[in-house]
């Protein structure tokens, strides 16, 4: 026992405790006046969202260029953008934090204190200082990070396994599954591209929630090591919130960003918020998107996976 030590943790988490508090109340009650705000001024108008003097203004995207060998990317095809586009860091390598904050406003028309939340979480859940530190894109791919399973445009990490069922040994290997959260799923992304059911095939809330119930059976299926906590489970929806907001679910313009990770020509945000896209706005989508979702009710997720432990009373041990 050291009761110095004790006591020194025991105040740093206090403080951090106090800290994390004040701060979380003052950006939430930031957010809510810059939403009051939105909703009596004017959008921005039409070729105007991205602020005149930077890249995009117009729609006049910087270059795009694909990720060479040895530049990092991660499973998030926003953040791949704009690396792929040099609105940040090319190569994907040792980008500041606060770097982060400025360009996804700039680029997507988040709001001041939704880019925070973004950027600082992630330094947060890598462990790192939001104000000082750096990071590599493919940092964000440890497992359960920002990557999860039953993502709507990756496949799981690979797990092998191996079990027993009656008499039959099953060796395994979780099939279809990538170590590589930066490689395109092309399967998938068409997949979700051909499910639009609103006008011109173009992608809908619905269809969005569909597709993530449909992924999580079949993730939950094929990975024995399956997991989505209540936060990863929103984070999807949230991605999924970003088709319908950000890119107004338009296949055209999709396309490109999820097959390629690349801006479209003459693209802009289709949220033209005067102070940039709230949290608050963002999550009258989230939500219903995610509560929209029939497998987490009708029994789906509980069941799926069990047929792998069928006469486990009849396990043998594999020599």
Known sequence: MHPTIIFR?????????????????TLYLLDFFLTLYNLVAPNKPKGHVIPEGHPGFGGKWPEYTPPRNGDSRCSCPALNAMANHGLIARDGKNIKFTDLYTAIGRVYNFSPAFCYVLAS?????????YSTD??????????????????????????????VVGDLAATGVD??????????????????????????GNLTSND?????????????RQNPKFSLASFHKMFGSFNGS???????????DLRAFLTEERLPDGWE????????LTMLEFNCTVFPMELSIKEEVDGSMTGVGQERYAGASDTKKID
């Open 9 to 25: 943790r025991l105040l740093l988490g206090l403080v951090s405790t106090v800290k994390d508090l004040v701060t979380n109340a």
């Open 121 to 129: 979480n992630a330094a947060g859940l890598l462990v790192r200082n």
């Open 134 to 163: 750096r990071l590599d894109l493919s940092d964000l791919d440890a497992h359960n990070c920002i990557e999860h399973d039953a993502s709507l445009f990756r496949e799981c990490v690979r797990v092998s396994v191996i079990w």
């Open 175 to 200: 099939s279809y599954d990538d170590p590589d959260q930066g490689k395109i799923c092309e399967p998938l992304v068409e997949e979700l591209l051909s499910s639009g059911t609103g006008p011109d």
């Open 208 to 220: 969005v929630s569909r597709l993530l119930g449909k992924r999580r059976v079949e993730a939950k």
């Open 242 to 252: 970003t088709l319908i907001v950000v890119f107004g679910g338009l296949v055209k």
């Open 269 to 276: 945000p289709r949220t033209r918020r005067r102070m940039g």
